[in-house]
Nanobody, 119 residues
């Protein structure tokens, strides 16, 4: 049973930094992609950033150089360092992992961690 456990969410003032982290466990297969999505009330869940096992990275346009994603393949962890946060970044942040099980791809989600940015 694959599990993703997020940590590090919380409250921060606008302009401040915050880091969220996620650890995956329970997979015998390699985690190909790890990433972060976010969802604000009334909105769809949007990609924030994702990183492949080979280190290639995709950022959403709204990140605008403010966020940095990193992962540790040996520990199956992914972190998102967020700087220059604005109230528009307030959302529940979800960790995502895509695993190739030999014949199929499966996506897994964490339970989400709340990030609140006050003005």
């Amino acid at each position: 049973q694959v599990q993703l456990v997020e940590s590090g969410g919380g409250w921060v003032q606008a302009g401040g930094p915050l880091t969220v982290s996620c650890e995956a466990s329970g997979s015998r297969d390699s985690i190909i992609v790890m990433g972060w999505y976010r969802q604000a009330p009334g909105n769809v869940r949007d990609l924030v950033a994702k990183i492949n096992r080979d280190g290639s990275i995709v950022y959403a346009d709204f990140v605008r150089g403010r966020f940095t994603i990193s992962r540790d393949n040996a520990k199956n962890t992914v972190s998102l360092q967020m700087n220059s946060l604005t109230p528009e970044d307030t959302a529940v942040y979800f960790c995502n992992a895509v695993i190739y099980h030999g014949r199929r791809w499966d996506a897994y989600w964490g339970q989400g961690t709340q990030v609140t940015v006050s003005s």
